[in-house]
């Protein structure tokens, strides 16, 4: 740790996100650089077989560490409350390593039914083909969890905010459950954000992100993160270092430069998200509004106590189902239709016609994906120009 880091440890969520900061190098730049390089030059043999060896502590080959890299881990492991983080090439990487890195053939995973729909298929799909047993589980039922307990039960692993779903799950009750079972506790903190919740002060053991969503919150680039005690994340650095996933120096460069903004682009992200809820809340052609803090949300007193605020997503439900949804989204002037979320820019997304439309109907209801459900996340633009576009399109 350089002297910039140590001094900046005690600092505010803001501050230490801009000044977490890698070392300079002799030519004294202000801001850090990209460290575009895949390996590291030795002066002589001795000193070449002091690093291999781990006498000397330092990067080798950018699959397993690199300054710009590093950079966006520290700050990632301080925003968290953590000891450390390990960034890897997309939030899918992070999760299957935190998977991966822990969880052995014969092993047992308990997870949340509401999760990601890539997520859902790694464990339902790829986990088993290593051996890997799980049981999906109600996120909003937490006294039936015990029940899927097993005698080889390793992992407890949960999204909250669910994507789409915006469930909100306990993450004090889950993490006294954890402890009481003597479980992993792997959390995914993508929709929060370090801003909002810090998983880890709930008891998590591993805390991932796609990073591609708020804290790129641009759109532009992939990555994905992995954060918790040293020792958890020793596991984790060693699974991706061996197989392949690590973060490129460039993606971790325009990561750790996002993080610097994170903190002002959520308070709007939010407040726009917010807003636009409170004003959509009643309107004729929509059935129930979704955002965790509004009261009328089911889990909305959980979220109170565990989220500073409520998030850039909401959610709707539309009379007329599917083609409702369709109509809507055609109608939509200036909201992007996307895969992303968490960017710059308002995006619309109706699963029921789109990323969830080959997931049998049963399945979709189980998850929270009703016919008419729209997910907005709400960019950063005008709230006036979001809310408009909005009311415009619902005028059909
Ligand atoms: C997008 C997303 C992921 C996967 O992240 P990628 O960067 O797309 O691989 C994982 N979890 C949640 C909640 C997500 O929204």
Not at 103 to 132: E, N
Not at 311 to 337: C, H, N, P, W, Y
Request: proline letters at 4%.
């Amino acid at each position: 740790m350089n002297k910039e880091q140590n001094k900046e440890t005690n600092k505010r969520f803001e501050t230490r996100a801009i000044r977490t900061q890698t070392a300079r190098s002799q030519h004294r730049e202000h801001s850090t650089p990209i460290f575009a390089t895949s390996s590291f030059v030795y002066e002589d043999v001795e000193q070449m077989q002091a690093y291999f060896g781990g006498e000397l502590k330092g990067n080798i080959y950018s699959r397993f560490s690199n300054p710009s890299v590093k950079e966006f881990e520290d700050k990632i492991a301080s925003l968290e409350n953590c000891e450390r983080a390990m960034a890897t090439a997309s939030g899918m990487a992070a999760v299957f390593a935190s998977f991966l890195a822990f969880l052995k053939a014969g092993d047992h995973l308990i997870a949340s039914r509401a999760v990601f729909g890539s997520t859902f298929q790694v464990i339902a799909q790829t986990l088993p083909k290593y051996g890997i047993e799980y049981t999906f589980v109600d996120p909003l039922q937490p006294e039936t969890w015990e029940a899927a307990i097993r005698p080889n039960t390793k992992m407890l692993y949960l999204e909250t905010p669910s994507n789409p779903g915006l469930a909100v799950v306990d993450l004090e009750w889950a993490g006294a459950f954890c402890k009481a079972h003597q479980l992993l506790f792997n959390v995914d903190n993508c929709f929060a954000t370090p801003y909002l919740q810090n998983p880890a002060d709930f008891g998590a053991d591993i805390v991932s992100h796609s990073a591609t969503k708020f804290i790129d919150g641009q759109g532009r680039v992939l990555g994905g993160v992995v954060a918790g005690k040293h020792d958890i994340v020793e596991q984790v650095f060693l699974f991706i270092r061996r197989t392949g996933g690590s973060l490129s120096p460039f993606n971790a460069w325009v990561l750790s430069k996002s993080l610097e903004t994170l903190a002002v682009r959520m308070d709007r992200h939010c407040s726009n998200a917010l807003a636009l809820a409170e004003s959509l809340d009643g309107h004729s052609k929509i059935l129930r509004i979704n955002y965790p803090f509004l009261p009328s949300h089911p889990q909305h007193e959980i979220a109170k106590r565990q989220m500073r605020q409520g998030g850039g997503v909401i959610t709707f439900e539309l009379e007329g189902g599917v083609q409702a949804g369709v109509q809507f989204l055609d109608r939509l002037k200036m909201i992007s239709l996307t895969a992303n979320l968490g960017d710059s820019r308002s995006i619309a997304s109706h699963p029921a016609s789109t990323t969830h439309l080959r997931v049998p109907q049963e399945e979709r209801l189980l998850i929270g994906i009703t016919e008419g459900l729209i997910r907005i996340s709400c960019g950063l633009e005008h709230i006036d120009d979001i809310r408009e576009d909005i009311l415009n399109a619902l005028d059909f």
